[in-house]
């Protein structure tokens, strides 16, 4: 079988990973000590959510590719019942277990009490409605990063809304670059949604700060983090897509320039934010992560680097795809093992205790790995057989329709 893969997607996904995890590992040093040749970790405290924005703009990049591929065609609509069971199939299993295993551990092992607010912040997590209210924001405690799982399957149910749009006005709009156009609006009505949020949802002030935990965080947060603003950089992804399949028949050196001209603008913008005020970085209409210039950076990339030569087979090596392959693991077990390892064997991770740079090394290096493992395992034994099980119930329902690609998956 073809290598289907976009090139340059694994990098993304990778990059975006370990940014994430790397803010984690950083948010644990002290802040005023000299940590030393560990200080250059000290950058990801403000780089975290950039990665956050990264997995967005590359979701909607790749999920949008089939709805833009049959519009130029002049093909029906692709099944949504498929998109529906390919999306379902990748996240929510393993979702479910991490947020299940962590409910769980907070009672018993890190002795939350099991109160009442406890249990409708998981079981608003569980439903995928946790994104919409700052007390349900961070569904459980201990494990953070599950906050966007919400946010990110919000703007699975988005995308093929705009299409649907879009397919209904194609006999108006014809095919080509006028539909790219049009798919502004989608991105316009994201905007305003977002806009108007922030007008109307406003969290009270009681405890409001992470002094008093996720939900204290949240509120300062919200209402600037919300689905929709998020939706608005999933739609810039999913624009990305269209521009990319225009260009999908040229191939060129000049595009390895281009697509490094993209890159180096885009971990520039992320250099630019360590020395910025807040690790948000709010943009325009207060959308988070410098919108839109960071997520038009990424979408650059990702547009060009399938044209490349080199750069994208260089980018797309071995190493790169193996952590692309397991990074959902990465990402929803990350903070779970960096907390089991802060109770059991490192305490000084607690409150930045730790100012020696050989132990937050070694720890750093422990928490790595024993995230690696777990998420390993996550995929070969419960991911991907699931993965595998709804692709063929796929096909036995639809024999021509196509597997997604590594990449997409």
């Known amino acids: 079988m073809a290598d289907t893969r976009l090139a340059g997607a694994d990098f993304i996904r990778a990059s975006a990973c370990l940014i994430v995890i790397g803010h984690h590992l950083s948010q644990h040093m002290p802040e005023n000590a000299h940590l030393g040749w560990m200080e250059w970790m000290r950058a990801f405290v403000e780089l975290g959510g950039f990665g956050v924005a990264m997995f967005f703009m590359l979701s909607g990049y790749l999920l949008a590719q089939p709805f833009w591929a049959a519009l130029d065609a002049g093909a029906p609509l692709p099944s949504l019942r498929t998109y529906a069971l390919r999306r379902a199939a990748r996240i929510l299993p393993g979702f479910w277990l991490a947020l299940t295993v962590t409910f769980i551990l907070t009672i018993t092992v890190f002795h939350y009490p099991p109160t009442g607010q406890l249990l409708v912040r998981y079981l608003a997590g569980a439903l995928l409605i946790a994104d919409w209210h700052w007390v349900t924001f961070f569904p459980v405690e201990i494990d953070g990063p599950l906050w966007s799982i919400g946010f990110e399957v919000t703007s699975y149910v988005l995308l093929p809304l705009g299409f649907v749009t879009l397919f209904a006005l194609a006999s108006r709009l014809g095919r080509g670059w006028r539909t790219r156009i049009a798919w502004l609006a989608v991105v316009g009505v994201a905007l305003a949604a977002h806009w108007l949020f922030t007008i109307w949802v406003q969290p009270d002030s009681v405890r409001r700060g992470w002094d008093y935990g996720f939900i204290g965080g949240a509120k300062i947060w919200m209402p600037m983090f919300n689905p929709f603003g998020f939706f608005a950089m999933f739609s810039l992804g ?170 997409q998956g």
Do not use: C
Not at 347 to 362: C, I, S, V
């Open 238 to 407: 999913g624009l990305a897509a269209g521009i990319r399949l225009k260009l999908a028949a040229l191939r060129g050196p000049v595009f390895d320039v281009l697509a490094l001209v993209a890159l180096l603008v885009m971990f520039g913008l992320l250099r630019l934010q360590t020395f910025a005020d807040g690790t948000e970085s709010y943009g325009f209409l207060n959308v988070p992560y410098d919108y839109p210039w960071f997520h038009l950076a990424v979408g650059a990339a990702l547009v060009l680097l399938p044209s490349t030569i080199l750069v994208g087979r260089v980018l797309d090596n071995p190493v790169v795809r193996y952590i692309a392959r397991i990074s959902f693991g990465l990402y929803v077990w990350h903070y779970v093992v960096l907390e089991l390892v802060r109770l059991t064997i490192a305490p000084d991770l607690n409150g930045g205790l730790m100012t020696d740079p050989l132990r937050m090394a070694w720890v750093s290096g422990l928490i790595l790995a024993l995230s690696f493992v777990v998420a390993d395992l996550s995929y070969r034994f419960f991911e991907r057989p699931i993965i595998d099980w709804a692709r063929g119930l796929e096909q036995r329902r639809s024999p021509v329709t196509p597997a997604l690609s590594p990449a």
